[in-house]
């Protein structure tokens, strides 16, 4: 698989709440269709070439959350809120 920036939509996820990610995962999946998480993680890297129906879905996602379309596409780090725990 060749991975392609402009397929990737981690730079929209980047400007959703951490606490939406899940939501946002979730309706993605249902929006495509999709079977499982592990799809949606290759996708959401950019492995996938989409058709202009499955970009505009996407798109409307991220719209739901109060991001643009020009602010969906593209690759960047996915930062989120981690819980490390101290052991004793």
Same mark, same amino acid.
């Given at each position: 698989?060749?991975? =392609?920036?402009?397929? +990737?939509?981690?730079?929209?996820?980047? %400007?959703?709440?951490?606490?939406?990610?899940?939501?946002?995962?979730?309706?993605?999946?249902? =929006?495509?269709?999709?079977?499982?998480?592990?799809?949606?993680?290759? %996708? %959401?890297?950019?492995?996938?070439?989409?058709?202009?129906?499955?970009?505009? *879905?996407?798109?409307?996602?991220?719209?739901?959350?109060?991001?643009? +379309?020009?602010?969906?596409?593209?690759?960047? =780090?996915?930062?989120? *809120?981690?819980?490390?725990?101290?052991?004793?």
């Amino acid at each position: 698989m060749i991975k =392609q920036e402009n397929d +990737s939509f981690n730079k929209g996820l980047n %400007r959703v709440l951490p606490i939406h990610h899940e939501a946002v995962r979730d309706e993605i999946i249902h =929006q495509l269709g999709l079977k499982n998480v592990v799809s949606y993680s290759v %996708r %959401r890297a950019g492995y996938v070439h989409y058709s202009p129906a499955e970009r505009r *879905c996407i798109e409307e996602v991220f719209a739901k959350y109060g991001v643009p +379309s020009s602010d969906v596409w593209g690759e960047e =780090q996915i930062y989120t *809120c981690v819980k490390r725990h101290r052991t004793l």
